[in-house]
């Protein structure tokens, strides 16, 4: 039960906060010009950034390596 609420209250940080943030604006630009806002996965140009892996600590801070750029059918495929 704590671990529930624990994965509750960093979803809702990460979907709140986080990716409203600054800072994720800019990481996530710079990993759609960096894969030439093409999907990875179909090539299809990319209109979201998907988490190959999160941090399980210091949500936000992701290296960017972790992030690709990708189009919403393959995204909602991913989730």
Partial sequence: MLYD???KRR???YRNI????DDWKGKRYVVLKRDHWKCVYCG???TQ???KRY???NIGKEPI???VSI???CHDKKH
């Fill in 11 to 13: 979803r809702d940080y």
């Fill in 49 to 51: 950034v998907h988490h």
């Fill in 18 to 21: 986080n990716l409203k943030s």
């Fill in 71 to 73: 189009c919403k059918t």
């Fill in 5 to 7: 609420i624990k994965r």
């Fill in 65 to 67: 390596k972790w992030l």
């Fill in 44 to 46: 299809t140009p990319a």
């Fill in 55 to 57: 941090a399980k600590r």
